[in-house]
């Protein structure tokens, strides 16, 4: 069989934005439930021919001979490259893992339901014992897929060190990212053991409020969905109000979403459609998909403003920049700080009394069980950071076939007891929570600069949304560390985290 031509860069970025946007598509319905079978293989097989050694080999030759500024756009279509590559091989294999996933059922009581329904129906359950009960199910449901994880695990670590030429996965990452992901975590160990006294004030006062006092001194993670939802209060923050609020909370920083065409709102509850809110860029910034699965409480507003901030992100980036710098980023750390600055707006009592009609003092009440969730959050995230850094750092000897420390690192950290059995469900591709937590001390060192440059009004004021707007049209360009500099913050910086975590 004759070779398929090579790409020069920009054939390749042309054909790969068609790629990428036929995926994206894909994966969107099937993640809202208009479809129940994945057909991702078949893209993958039409675009085969992006993804092939000697195309990755072109692509680094052309890199190593361009400018600055063109070989950080050439890395990024090389990283690209090789998670496609990595794609190509296994496209079939997590298909089917994802076509499992999706027939997987639950009987709870008699009825019924698909895994992930089982996992939203956990945040509307008002008896603690119930939650107990369908807990265990969803758990011992998702972990008897674990054989399946591992294989897939296994097989994508081997390829993409094949591919890369790294076989050390941290190192491998921490190139990617430009960091040390061990620098990053003593950092925010030491930030969260600086919250820790806060936190556990905020904890035994809010586990009571909201799991009563039937609950046990250490309640199973079972309860982290009807925690976030913060239902006991559902009945001020009800899910009939909360795209209307949602909307006038954004419009009030300067963005009507209403007005923004390409950003396309999917907010029907279906029973197949995931219940963890994203936004799903499919073309930034011409198509952007914010979806999200409301139930009640709090959560669905904390949950349509954390999007809102990706889908504004990439609504907002100028539409000359090469498809590269609108779409593709080194990690996910830079698109998380402006998600997690308009959830944080859900942290302002003024917020709190002026949409839901609540006094000063309940206002503050119901913004300090939103700070203890985030801080809940950041908990878990640097608690999973410590443990995957163990499990990758083992992984050549053990092949993630070792909980480790899982159970007991996130147990500690957040006062809920973690089954081991999640060590390998609980787990996202390429240290994501590092991302996350980057941008956790990203997005406090902004809202305090935005306090300085606006004012503690910042949260209800348009030039929020103009500095902002700057930042936007940036795309993807920068890194997160980057964003630090020219707001005045060295990256690793905790100081304006450990405030607001400390702030009860």
Not at 78 to 94: D, P, R
Not at 185 to 199: D, G, K, M, N, W
Not at 229 to 256: N, W
Request: hydrophobic fraction near 35%; charged fraction near 30%; include cysteine.
């Amino acid at each position: 069989m004759a070779s398929t031509a090579v790409l020069s860069a920009a054939e390749y970025e042309k054909r790969l934005q068609e790629y990428a946007y036929e995926r994206s598509e894909e994966g969107r319905r099937v993640r809202v439930g208009e479809k129940e079978v994945s057909e991702q293989a078949a893209i993958v097989a039409r675009y085969r021919d992006l993804f092939t050694r000697d195309q990755l080999d072109a692509l680094r030759e052309e890199q190593s001979s361009s400018s600055d500024d063109e070989r950080e756009r050439l890395y990024r279509l090389c990283k690209t490259c090789e998670s496609g590559v990595i794609s190509t091989e296994l496209a079939e294999q997590e298909d089917a893992f994802e076509n499992a996933i999706l027939q997987a059922r639950v009987t709870f009581r008699g009825d019924e339901m698909p895994l992930r329904s089982a996992q939203a129906r956990l945040a509307v359950l008002d008896s603690y014992a119930d939650r107990e009960e369908l807990g265990e199910l969803e758990r011992t449901a998702s972990a008897a897929f674990n054989p399946r994880r591992r294989e897939l695990l296994e097989a994508r670590e081997q390829l993409d060190a094949d591919v890369s030429g790294e076989p050390d996965p941290i190192a491998r990452n921490e190139e990617e990212k430009a960091i040390s992901l061990r620098e990053l975590e003593r950092a925010l160990v030491a930030a969260s053991q600086a919250t820790t006294e806060a936190y556990e004030r905020l904890r035994e006062r809010w586990f009571d409020r909201l799991l009563g006092p039937e609950r046990e001194p250490r309640p199973t993670n079972a309860h982290v969905h009807y925690l976030r939802r913060v239902s006991p209060l559902e009945s001020t923050y009800t899910k009939d109000q909360a795209v209307e609020i949602c909307l006038a909370t954004t419009l009030a920083l300067g963005f009507d979403m209403t007005a923004i065409a390409n950003i396309h709102l999917d907010l029907e509850d279906r029973p197949q459609k995931n219940p963890r809110a994203c936004v799903i860029a499919s073309n930034p910034p011409e198509v952007v998909h914010l979806i999200t699965r409301a139930q009640g409480g709090l959560s669905d507003y904390q949950a349509f403003l954390h999007e809102a901030g990706h889908a504004l992100h990439y609504a907002g980036v100028d539409p000359q920049l090469p498809y590269t710098f609108r779409s593709i980023s080194r990690d996910h750390a830079l698109t998380e700080i402006y998600s997690y600055i308009f959830e944080a707006v859900t942290r302002e009592p003024g917020w709190h009394a002026q949409y839901f009609g609540l006094s000063d003092a309940q206002a503050a009440e119901n913004a300090e069980v939103t700070l203890f969730l985030e801080a809940l959050l950041y908990r878990r995230y640097t608690a999973k950071l410590q443990y995957e850094l163990g499990f990758w750092s083992a992984f050549a000897d053990e092949r993630g076939t070792s909980a480790r420390d899982y159970a007991p690192l996130l147990s500690e950290a957040t006062g809920l007891n973690y089954d081991e059995r999640n060590y390998l469900s609980d787990m996202d591709a390429g240290f994501y929570s590092a991302d996350y937590l980057r941008a956790w001390i990203r997005a406090a060192q902004l809202r305090a600069y935005l306090v300085r440059e606006v004012g503690d009004d910042w949260w209800r004021s348009t030039r929020t949304g103009e500095l902002l707007r700057d930042l936007f049209r940036e795309g993807t360009r920068p890194t997160s560390e980057e964003v630090a500099a020219r707001i005045g913050y060295e990256p690793l910086d905790t100081a304006p985290l450990v405030a607001d975590l400390s702030a009860a």
